[in-house]
């Protein structure tokens, strides 16, 4: 059997795995969503507001390291997509014109 070889050499399906890409995080737990959410109880006043702001901070850094982690698994799944589908689809014309070709000599024999 002969492998097909692929024009594009960005096509190549297991090209990412040599990537330093650092693995994509576990999505919060829904207890951990709840809790993003939750307000620190602290009396009202600067002291409560600071306590809030900081609170609000890291959790939108977590959020954003969160999100270009989503978007790098996101490309690598797209990219995957694409070489997979570009595979089946050579496949596919391959063993078209095979089968095409088996038909062609059969109808020579008979």
Do not use: C, F, W
Request: avoid cysteine; charge should be positive; hydrophobic fraction near 30%.
């Amino acid at each position: 059997m002969s492998r097909i070889k692929l024009e594009n050499q960005d096509d190549d399906l297991y090209g990412d795995l040599e990537d330093n890409i650092t693995p994509p995080t576990p999505s919060p737990s829904l207890s951990s969503e709840i809790r993003v959410n939750d307000k620190v109880k602290v009396p009202p006043g600067p002291r409560a507001r600071q306590i809030n702001i900081q609170h609000e901070r890291e959790e939108i850094q977590i959020l954003k390291q969160q999100v270009e982690s989503l978007k790098k698994e996101n490309n690598a799944l797209k990219k995957n997509m694409g070489i997979l589908y570009r595979s089946a689809k050579l496949e596919l014309d391959r063993k078209d014109a095979r089968t095409k070709r088996l038909e062609e000599e059969l109808k020579m024999r008979a």
